[in-house]
């Protein structure tokens, strides 16, 4: 699985790293970043896919 943060629908509520930590890192503005590339290791999908259903302004979204 490989996700997306869309910069322009994403306010910064940081609902993402909270949930998956491992994928979504915070930078010093708030706003996720993707250290990985957006690639989500096998083990932590059930947790990046709760991130994208909870994710206020629905700004993740799969990729490919």
Known sequence: M???VDGVKCVGYGLCEKL???VF???EFGFPQL???GLV???DEDR???AIAQCP???I???G
């Open 41 to 43: 290791p096998a083990a």
């Open 57 to 59: 302004e629905h700004a």
């Open 61 to 63: 979204s799969v990729v």
């Open 2 to 4: 490989k996700v997306k």
């Open 20 to 22: 998956c930590p491992s």
């Open 35 to 37: 250290p990985s590339d």
């Open 48 to 50: 990046a896919a709760q």
């Open 25 to 27: 890192k915070l930078d």
